[in-house]
């Protein structure tokens, strides 16, 4: 089946930093990807859709510029959490879309920062 | 817009209960509807979904049923298993090119042995 890859599934680091999270699709190819947030006991909010080649899509009170999204390739899409905060310590995932619409998880990022 | 409601949580059941999770929802059109679930520490994995009224969506023993009528896609299970526990999350998407999955809360399930 469709297998999406999330990594690194654990961060740690100081506030300030920026952190990087991966998402790649591993055998299908996935124009369109989605990054979650998901807060202790919450649901799943989605942050942005990320296309590929062109500009992500944000959902409204989402900050684009803390919050940086690339597509580069039908098969990776990163998230960067630019100059990232204890308030932005969260569990993220991702997806991805398949030709037939159906969308696949990656199993999530835990980022805490200090 | 497009919302899920999920019961309130957490549920705690004993091993061979019967399981009943509601689901309600508010969209426009015809979504398909889901049912997704979270293990510990995990990402989402798909359990089961219906495109269309009164479509049943079943795996691992688990049912829901579209019913428009009602808008609702109930999720049951005849008799639960410790391996069942996790946390289990209601989901419509609406059709196009440029869908979208919304979420309900989602239901923390805990079963004792």
């Known amino acids: 089946g469709a297998v999406v890859s999330q990594h690194p599934s654990r961060v740690i680091c100081k506030s300030g930093t920026s952190v990087k999270i991966e998402c790649r699709s591993l055998d299908f190819q996935a124009t369109t990807m989605f990054w979650y947030r998901q807060f202790p006991k919450q649901s799943l909010m989605l942050m942005a859709t990320?296309?590929?080649?062109?500009?992500?899509?944000?959902e409204q009170g989402v900050e684009k510029d803390k919050f940086l999204i690339n597509h580069a390739s039908l098969t990776l899409s990163t998230l960067t959490v630019t100059s990232a905060h204890p308030e932005d310590s969260s569990f993220y995932i991702c997806?991805?879309?398949?030709?037939?619409?159906?969308?696949?998880f990656g199993d999530g990022t835990r980022l805490s920062i200090l | 817009g497009d919302s899920v409601t999920q019961m309130e949580g957490p549920v705690t059941l004993s091993e061979e209960a019967f399981l009943t999770i509601n689901c309600t929802y508010t969209?426009?059109?015809?979504?398909?509807l889901f049912w997704y679930v979270q293990y510990p520490g995990e990402g989402l994995q798909l359990l089961l979904k219906?495109?269309?009224?009164?479509d049943k969506g079943s795996n691992k023993g688990f049912e829901a049923t579209y019913r428009k009528e009602t808008t609702s896609f109930h999720l049951e299970k005849g008799s639960v298993q410790v391996s069942d526990s996790a946390v289990y999350f209601c989901?419509?998407?609406?059709?196009?090119?440029?869908?979208?999955?919304?979420f309900g809360k989602g239901i923390t399930l805990s079963v004792r042995p």
């Open positions: 989901a419509l998407s609406d059709t196009g090119a440029n869908s979208k999955l919304t």
């Open positions: 969209a426009t059109g015809y979504p398909s």
């Open positions: 990320s296309n590929e080649g062109s500009k992500a899509t944000y």
């Open positions: 997806s991805a879309r398949d030709f037939r619409g159906a969308q696949h």
């Open positions: 219906a495109t269309k009224a009164d």
